[in-house]
């Protein structure tokens, strides 16, 4: 069956250190997602990506993150200067055209220490 | 800006007992969602919701969206262990998709 892989499961990184997180999302999808959720509270949305270009963004997704999808199968979430609250569970998701369920990855734990 | 309140916070129930976990909205919904999450295993989809008096079933799950499209509901029946794990609801904060707010989440245990 089909899924979304996110990798790595988990990264810990320095802070002020640009950390990529890699998703691949579900391969006939068109619609792509991040999301996050830091320990202990609710998911939050980030962004969302079709057509090549970002199509929704949340007041999180500021200048220090960026998304991209380089080579049609890998979906990218950059965050370029990490801080220590940017440590949370990343997920990724896709969905088709037309689809009301959205796939989700495993996630990516990133700490910041 | 719209919130989404879930109830119970966590709950303990007896193997085969019912159960129902409740997601209120302070707005009208778009669309409402229900996720399943269990420790690594990421998030997943259950039911998604859009009309008002909506219901839907999926084996002993059952989610109803009110008329007023702002409160859900999940019933499960005759729990079992594999429904242990965090129920999350999700609804569009606007008409276009998946740009969604999520409730808490409500922890299910199973107990035998």
């Known amino acids: 069956e089909p899924e979304v892989t996110q990798t790595p499961s988990h990264q810990v990184t320095q802070m002020g250190q640009e950390v990529i997180l890699r998703c691949v999302p579900i391969?006939?999808?068109?619609?792509f997602y991040w999301y996050r959720q830091i320990l202990g509270q609710k998911v939050e949305f980030l962004v969302s990506?079709?057509?090549?270009?970002?199509?929704?963004k949340s007041e999180i997704f500021d200048d220090q993150f960026s998304v991209e999808r380089p080579d049609g199968s890998n979906f990218t979430l950059k965050i370029r200067s990490t801080k220590l609250e940017d440590s949370a569970m990343y997920f990724c998701?896709?969905?088709?055209?037309?689809?009301?369920?959205?796939?989700f990855g495993q996630g990516t734990r990133l700490t910041v220490v | 800006s719209q919130e989404l309140e879930q109830s119970p916070q966590s709950l303990i129930v007896q193997e085969g007992k019912n159960l129902t976990i409740n997601c209120t909205s302070s707005?009208?919904?778009?669309?409402l969602y229900w996720y399943k999450q269990k420790y690594g295993e990421g998030l997943i989809f259950l039911m998604m919701?859009?009309?008002g008096g909506e219901e839907k079933s999926h084996e002993k799950i059952t989610a109803k969206l009110d008329e007023k499209k702002q409160q859900s509901s999940l019933h499960i029946t005759a729990s079992q262990p594999s429904h242990a794990g965090i129920y999350l609801c999700?609804?569009?904060?606007?008409?276009?998709?998946?740009?969604?707010?999520w409730g808490a989440g409500t922890k299910l245990i199973i107990k035998p």
């Open positions: 707005k009208t919904l778009y669309g």
């Open positions: 990506f079709y057509n090549n270009e970002i199509s929704e």
């Open positions: 919701l859009q009309k």
């Open positions: 391969s006939n999808h068109l619609y």
């Open positions: 999700g609804a569009d904060r606007f008409k276009s998709n998946y740009q969604l707010i």
């Open positions: 998701a896709s969905r088709p055209l037309g689809g009301t369920e959205a796939f």
